[in-house]
């Protein structure tokens, strides 16, 4: 079985990670939304809010899991028996910093093969950190949430 983890904060879930994930989904038989727990960054929203919210949006798909993890992401990986991370690129710096973590993780663990996606155009300049930016002024972040994560705010 072909395990896929696709790791980040998603603090929010945006449009652009559903674009990354929905286009890796047809690859593997399995893929494990991974939540990463970061303890050097503060989260704007709760990690069950942001669990409650990628459920939601997959919850027509019953490849996709949604899990919390803490630690390594490799050790993570180990654990669910993924040997692919989905990573998704939107820059070049992008780019240079996943292929930069993409090395040290095959460096601690061969096993795990980093995929990249390139991200779609129009979706290219949204990023959660803009997002909760826009979130915390009181802005208007619709366009670039699921709808089912913007009805979970």
């Known amino acids: 079985m072909k395990i896929a983890l696709f790791p980040g904060s998603f603090d929010p879930v ?3 990670h559903v674009d990354i994930l929905r ?3 047809p690859l593997f038989d399995k893929v494990v939304i991974g939540i990463g727990l970061n303890s050097t960054k ?3 929203l709760n990690i069950e809010r942001r669990k409650e919210m990628l459920e939601a949006v997959f919850s027509d798909d019953s490849k996709v899991e ?4 803490e630690g390594l992401t490799v050790e993570f990986c180990k654990k669910i028996g993924a040997a692919y991370m ?4 939107r820059t070049v710096s992008d780019f240079e910093y996943e292929k930069a973590i993409a090395q040290m993780n095959h460096a601690l663990v061969p096993e795990i093969e980093s995929i990249f996606i390139v991200s779609k155009p129009g979706y290219s300049s949204i990023s959660s950190t803009i997002v909760r930016d826009i979130m915390r002024n009181n802005g208007d972040v619709r366009q670039f949430l699921p709808k089912e994560a913007f009805d979970l705010l």
């Open 14 to 16: 945006t449009k652009a």
């Open 23 to 25: 286009r890796a989904i």
């Open 42 to 44: 503060a989260a704007f």
């Open 66 to 69: 949604v899990a919390t993890y």
């Open 86 to 89: 989905i990573r998704g690129i």
